[in-house]
C-alpha cells in the first residue's frame, strides 16, 4: 500500500467514533460515518493501541468499502524529551505501534503529542524529537510500513510545538514527517490572538512555502472550540459556545484549496463536524 500523496477532497470528520453509533467499536463508528455522510474519522489511540492486526486489516477493508478515510492519534502519555529514559522508550513505541496498526487499517496519517519542552533550549528539545521519531522510522522501514507521522500543534508554551517549530522539524525529513494543525491549540496558545481570517490565512501561507503547494493537499487538520487561560489550552468547547472564530478558518480552506482531513474535536463530535461541513460547503 503507498501513501498518498495528496488527497481529492476535503474530508471532514470526527475524532474517535460519533457518539451515535451503535456501539464505541471503530466498526460501528465508520459505519455511522457513512451514514451520516461524512468522510473521516481519526481513530484514537489515547489510552493505547488495543486493535489487533487480524481486526485492523478488517477495519481497512471496512472503511474502503464504506469510502470512509481513517486517519490515527496516538496515545496521549508521548514524551519524547522526557528525562526518564523508560518513558522516552515508550513514547517511541507508541508513536510505532499506532503507525503499524494504523498502516493495516488503511490509515496513513499518524497524529500524535510529541513532547514538553520542560524549560530547555527548544532547538534541543526538536533534536531529541526528531531522534525520536528517526528511530520509529527506521523501525517502520524495516517492515515496509509508509506513513506520515504527524505531530501536532500544541495548545500550552510548555508543550512541543508552535507551527513554526514543526515545520522547521519536518523539513529534517523527506516528507515522512509534517505537522498536524490544530487551529484550536493555537488560538489558546496565543492566548486569543490567533483568531481571525488574517492570522489564519498566515498559518496556511507560512505552512505552504515551508513544505510546498502540494502539501496543502495533504494537510491534517484538527478544530473545535477551545477555552484557554493564562498558561493556554483548558479544555475543548462546543463550537458555538467558544469565541474562536472557526467559520474564518473554513473560509480560509476553502479559498485556499486546502484538501486532507479536517477532523472535529469538540465535546458534540458529530452535530459540530456536521455544522462544520455545512458552513464549508455554504461558502
Not at 503507498?2 to 465508520?30: C, H
Not at 484514537?44 to 464504506?66: D, M
Not at 481513517?70 to 522508550?89: C, F, G, M, Q, T
Request: glycine fraction near 6%; charge should be positive.
Amino acid at each position: 500500500m503507498k501513501i498518498p500523496k495528496t488527497y481529492k477532497d476535503l474530508l471532514i470528520g470526527t475524532a474517535g467514533v460519533p457518539e451515535s453509533a451503535k456501539d464505541s467499536s471503530t466498526e460501528s463508528g465508520i459505519i455511522r460515518i457513512k451514514e451520516l455522510e461524512l468522510t473521516s474519522m481519526e481513530v484514537e489511540f489515547v489510552k493505547g493501541v488495543r486493535i489487533k492486526e487480524e481486526r485492523a486489516i478488517k477495519i481497512g477493508e471496512l472503511a474502503k468499502e464504506r469510502g470512509v478515510y481513517l486517519s490515527v492519534h496516538a496515545p496521549y502519555w508521548i514524551n519524547l524529551n522526557s528525562k526518564d529514559k523508560k518513558k522516552r522508550e515508550n513514547s517511541i513505541m507508541y508513536i510505532y505501534q499506532s503507525a503499524k496498526i494504523g498502516y493495516l487499517m488503511g490509515a496513513y496519517e499518524i497524529c500524535f503529542h510529541s513532547a514538553y519542552i520542560h524549560e530547555e533550549d527548544v532547538k534541543k528539545v526538536r533534536k531529541k524529537v526528531k531522534d525520536g521519531l528517526n528511530e520509529v522510522l527506521e523501525m517502520l522501514y524495516k517492515e515496509g510500513i509508509k506513513v506520515r507521522l504527524r505531530p501536532e500543534t500544541m495548545g500550552k508554551p510548555s508543550q512541543y510545538a508552535d507551527l513554526s517549530e514543526l515545520l522547521e522539524l519536518s523539513l529534517e525529513f523527506k516528507g515522512e514527517v509534517e505537522p498536524c494543525l490544530d487551529f484550536a491549540h493555537l488560538y489558546a496558545r496565543s492566548l486569543g490572538k490567533i483568531n481571525d481570517y488574517k492570522e489564519f490565512k498566515k498559518l496556511i501561507e507560512e505552512y505552504e512555502k515551508a513544505l510546498g503547494k502540494m502539501s496543502l493537499h495533504r494537510m491534517h487538520i484538527h478544530i473545535s472550540g477551545m477555552e484557554y487561560g493564562d498558561k493556554g489550552e483548558k479544555k475543548h468547547l462546543v463550537l458555538k459556545k467558544s469565541k474562536f472564530k472557526y467559520k474564518e478558518v473554513l473560509k480560509v480552506l476553502k479559498e485556499g484549496n486546502v484538501k486532507g482531513f479536517l477532523i472535529c474535536e469538540s465535546p458534540i463530535l458529530e452535530e459540530d463536524a456536521l455544522l462544520l461541513k455545512r458552513t464549508y460547503d455554504a461558502l
